[in-house]
């Protein structure tokens, strides 16, 4: 396979060439399955029976279910073997994640410990830091923080305003300022804290529970997860050694940008396991539901509801664990966390994908989850309801959605400015093809519509970058309009490539997925299109995005229909590869 050939493998490479096929559940080894088992049983007979008393306010529960996931290696996965950990892909942390999705806050003071607390000191941390601490956390025995955000300061990380001033004696670091909306501040033992060194250097500290000067706000009091803490983090005159400076001087943003990569594509497969959860319960719930003398579930909108949160969770599945494959690829045999961080930043552009796509896939089927359950589904006696407070909280977390969607647009036009991806050769192609446009049928209609999707994202993204040049950072709105194309891409190619091994109910939830984001993806084309160009331009634009974004007229309703019924048979998502 020549270099050229390989071009899907980089990251963004997918948008000018598709691979034959991507991994998926299904090729998930015995270790993979046995875990994700393993994670599963914890969470229903450890977790479940819990969290009702969490979420009216035992947090401190939280610290000896932490200890009992750390008894059975759950805390250990991505940490090396010599500090107590198990050194393990990250399909394997990414299934976990999934699997914890349905325990609410619990999945988040999980997720803030293992990801964002615990892999900042697996990736930049001194020999000596990773034995001091590492070998706690894997176990449990203490619960890591992440210190970022602060009250003026949340999506403008690098706006922090906590200083940190060295000692006289040269020995310490003096911390002074606030953080917010810290996850596991109520009872973890160890932070990492973002401070400006003399007000300038952004710079990570490791910052113990005990240390002098340090105190916490209230809990604060949150819409949704509430089985997990978030406090305020005070640091007055904290004094810090200088060995726990974290990396280097001045370099705290390498560690921040770099670790909230993983935590965007691990939430994006938490958000498709909770939808899981939700479908789950709406299905059943649909079944036992009589109302004119039948189920619900018999009616035609409900079955389209169920349809509808199924295929969305089928393509978000596709699109997650397409990514980790790929991640899991370019890490192996890799060492050092040099090389590591560089095999995970490489999809940086996927992991936001993943991140934006997920929790609005789960936003939907919680929402559609609480309508089938009707006035049921706004009382606490049902968990779907506590699954749609729960939700609201993703497309915050890890840079809202906003933020992703202009990462997304935004770091494929710098790698394309750096010469790493052809795009900007792909977009003059393109315009020469579409002068001269061809109408015969394609041999392969469903793999032609995500070409011209492809196709679409790099005309819009192409006239943008033409028509504002350096100035397109500020076109927002355009940006996010090329983001959701690029999005409806990724995850209808994901979801096609996976149908084509599986066949059956695959086949109908990639066909549903495809013919509805082209049509999305039409709406969001046109809205910008004249934006970017105007007069003659603007006439060929706006005709190319029609044929582009054109479709067979297929029996939506046929289709849907089908895959309700795959979903009720199933009594949950119809593919569920451990059931």
Known sequence: MTEEKKLWKKGGGWLLEAPETVYAPED?????????????????????????RMEH??????????????????????????????????????????????????SVTYGAHSSIGTLPLVYFGTEEQKRKYLPRLASGEWVAAYCLTEPGSGSDALAARTRATLSEDGKHYVLNGVKQWISNAGFAQLFTVFAKVDGEHFTAFLVERNTPGLSFGPEEKKMGIKASSTRQLILQDVRVPVENVLGEIGKGHKIAFNVLNVGRYKLGAGAIGGSKRALELSAKYAKERHQFGRTIASFGLIQEKLAEMATRIYAGESAVYRTVGLIDEALEGKKGA????????????????IKVLGSEVLDYAVDEGVQIHGGYGYSQEYPIE??????????????????????????????AMKGHLP??????????????????EPEDRE???????????LMVMGLAALRFGEKVEEEQEVLAAAADILIETYAAESGLLRARRLGGVAQAMARLYLLQALDRAQVRALGVLPRLAEGDELRLALSAARRLTKREALDLVAIRREVAQAVLEREGYPLAVLK
């Open 447 to 457: 793999a032609a519509y995500v070409q011209n999707l492809k196709k679409l994202a």
């Open 338 to 353: 040099e090389a590591v961080l560089a095999g995970i930043e490489e999809y940086a552009v996927e992991a936001s994908i």
């Open 423 to 440: 795009l900007f050769q792909a977009a003059q192609r393109l315009q020469k093809e579409l002068l001269e446009p061809s109408f015969e």
């Open 57 to 106: 306010g035992e947090l401190e529960l939280n610290l000896d279910l932490m200890r009992k996931a750390g008894a059975l290696g759950l805390l250990a996965v991505e940490i090396p073997e010599e500090y107590g950990g198990l050194d393990l892909p990250k399909v394997v942390s990414t299934v976990i994640a999934e699997e914890l999705a349905g325990t609410g806050g619990f």
């Open 28 to 52: 998930f080894d015995e270790t993979v399955r046995e875990i994700a088992r393993t994670t599963r049983t914890f969470a229903e007979r450890e977790v479940l029976p819990l969290l009702d």
């Open 386 to 415: 506590r699954a749609y407070r729960d939700a609201r909280i993703n497309r915050i977390f890890e840079g809202t959605n906003e933020i992703n969607r202009l990462l997304i647009p935004g770091m494929l036009l710098r790698r």
